[in-house]
């Protein structure tokens, strides 16, 4: 290999991996699709997960044709609460979506709809598709497994509150519980997007890790 070449590469490592990891990290380097995380931010991520009592698995690498990639990934297994659809999720986007689980919804649920929290429906995280499903968007943040979807919540009394009837919908106390758990999202995710964002959120709240804070 050209010497040029090497250095670049060792650049390109230095960059991304505090102090280097010397020759193992050199050889397992590729051409990155998206910048990964490095190795001490995920591992700390995962400590994190354990710290909390979250019970997870950690996922392979996984890369796509397109440019989607699962990198670092995680499924989360016992949040708690259940979440339905959890596939893939980048350790950041998961510890923020239990945090927000736990420490935004479940208060909410009880104060504004007098019942405990029961599941939080989602329309699963992980999808290799441009911005809002467009064919030639750039990709979405679900390509890289940083995003989620959530679309209801189920409560202990056994009602089902959908975004889609909920956030427009008779009665006050839901479309407060509803704007109640958007916001909290504002607060812990880079992207929150809801039904007033644009027609594509009718049905959803989307939280990503990627570029903000923007919150709509
Ligand atoms: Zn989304």
């Given at each position: 290999m050209a010497r040029g070449a090497v250095f670049l590469i060792l650049l390109m490592l230095c960059s991304c991996i505090p102090g280097g990891r010397g020759r193992q990290e050199l050889q397992r380097?590729?051409?990155?699709?998206r910048a990964e995380a490095s190795s001490a931010e995920t591992l700390q991520c995962h400590i994190d997960l354990a710290r909390e009592r979250i019970g997870f698995r950690r996922l392979p690498d996984q890369r796509f044709s397109g440019g989607c990639s699962a990198l670092g990934a995680v499924q989360l297994l016992d949040i708690g609460t259940p979440a339905t659809?959890?596939?893939?999720?980048t350790c950041p986007l998961a510890r923020q979506f239990v945090r927000w689980s736990r420490e935004a919804v479940r208060p909410a649920a009880e104060r504004w709809l007098g019942s405990p929290l029961r599941r939080v429906e989602t329309f699963g995280t992980f999808a290799c598709r441009g911005v809002n499903g467009q064919p030639g968007a750039r990709l979405s943040e679900h390509a890289f497994a940083n995003a989620v979807d959530v679309s209801a919540f189920v409560l202990a009394d056994g009602r089902r509150i959908a975004v889609e009837q909920g956030w427009n919908g008779e009665v006050e106390r839901v479309r407060r519980f509803l704007r109640d758990v958007h916001d909290a999202g504002c607060r812990r995710f880079g992207i929150t997007l809801g039904?007033?964002?644009?027609?594509?959120?009718y049905n959803h709240l989307h939280f990503d890790m990627g570029r903000g804070p923007y919150c709509r």
């Open positions: 380097a590729r051409p990155p699709q659809n959890l596939g893939a999720m039904p007033d964002a644009d027609a594509y959120h």
